[in-house]
């Protein structure tokens, strides 16, 4: 079991930054691809980025490519997402995940956070 906590969102004008940090509870996190999704009012929960174990390989959706920013340090338990040049259609609730293989497929993901909300103003 893998217990995870979102922080760093927060309300910023477009063509700012954000930077999201994921701090997992266990000591196997090593072992474990995490992720990033988002979830805006109405809309399904999507994925955004992903990262393999080994901090060596990144998956990142065609919205975010370029803008957006992937990472993890084993040592400290935490996976991060660094948000750069963000816009209003990045407003969503951020959660990042926990997937015992490396895939953008959101059903792969067991364990979840609580989520972290960024609002980008127009």
């Known amino acids: 079991q893998v217990q995870l906590v979102e922080s760093g969102g927060g309300l910023v004008q477009a063509g700012g930054s954000l930077r999201l940090s994921c701090a997992a509870s266990?000591?196997?996190?090593?072992?474990?691809?995490m992720g990033w999704f988002r979830q805006a009012p109405g809309k399904e929960r999507e994925f955004v980025a992903a990262?393999?174990?080994?901090?060596?390989?990144?998956y990142y959706d065609d919205s975010v490519k370029g803008r957006f920013t992937i990472s993890r340090d084993n040592a400290k338990m935490t996976a991060y997402l660094q948000m750069n040049s963000l816009k209003p259609e990045d407003t969503a609730v951020y959660y990042c995940?926990?997937?015992?293989?490396?895939?953008?497929?959101?059903?792969?993901?067991?364990?979840w956070g609580q989520g972290t909300q960024v609002t980008v103003s127009s």
């Open positions: 995940a926990a997937s015992p293989i490396f895939v953008m497929r959101i059903t792969a993901y067991r364990y």
């Open positions: 266990t000591t196997t996190f090593r072992n474990y691809a």
């Open positions: 990262i393999n174990w080994s901090n060596t390989n990144t």
